[in-house]
């Protein structure tokens, strides 16, 4: 029910390029995100007390080559959300922060038009406001500290690529503004709550050619565990949330400015527990310094 935060762009911790060395990637990309309708646990169905829950978020994300062979990837999100039916609140601030350190650990060319690589990723991510995670799905972040591993695998001839990424990520505990909560069947005396771990894999198929980059891709985003919502129930925060999505991305260099890139996608949540039937549009302009 929450924006998970699948942001795309150039020289990302799931694909397949890298920035050269001593080359600064940074800018800003903004987002928006919503639905109607959404599944509770399996079910379709609408909400009359929340109308159209609609995301939108600015990022700031900056990727520096500390050589062509190891780049770190950071992002910083704000984040606001409003529903247009009923009465709860919109909420808005500074989501969490990520940082995430990408290794190219094999590379091969069976021949002169064929490139094979293999990339390792090592990620972390912090809350840093003090958002309420427990007021979904107004709420604009879960609240849970993230750390994980990923592993992707490229493969590019001529203009064209194929790329396929999984990663797998543990998150920490959630305090919440109370002392007991009833979930997945069970009443808990705490304000802790323990949030299941995730895994998710990313395929896709792009090509590159004279400035232009295109991109289709389809993600899975599994949580381990979890319950459901329950009939007639607010969300919560430990609940399962899968989704898989179909996405397509362009960017584009300026022919008299190459340094500066626009980006631009429309993804689409076809088939989720927990979350919402989304459309996600997405837009951002990049620029590469050069050190």
Known sequence: MVSLGFVAWSQT????????NKNLCTGFILSQDQWTNYWEGTRLRENGNIGTLKTQSLAWMGNYGVSGKFNIIAMLPYVRTEASAGTLKPMQGMQDASLSFKYQVFSIKPDSLTTVKIFAVAFGSTPISDYTPDYLPLSIGLGSRQIGARLSVFAKRKSWYVVSSAGHYFRGQVQLDRQSYYT?????????????????????????????????????????????????????????????????????????????ALRASIARTISGRNVGESTTVLGGILYTFKF
């Open 13 to 20: 911790a799931n694909d397949g390029l890298m920035m050269s």
């Open 184 to 260: 997945n069947g069970e009443l808990f005396l705490t304000n802790r709550v323990a949030m299941p771990q995730v895994f998710d894999w990313v395929s896709g198929i792009g090509r590159i050619k004279n400035g232009l980059e295109t991109k289709l891709s389809f993600t899975h985003y599994r949580t381990l565990g979890g319950g459901d919502i329950r009939r007639q129930d607010m969300p919560f925060v430990s609940n399962r949330m899968n989704m898989s999505r179909i996405e397509f991305l362009t960017m584009y260099y300026l022919p008299k400015a190459r340094r500066l």
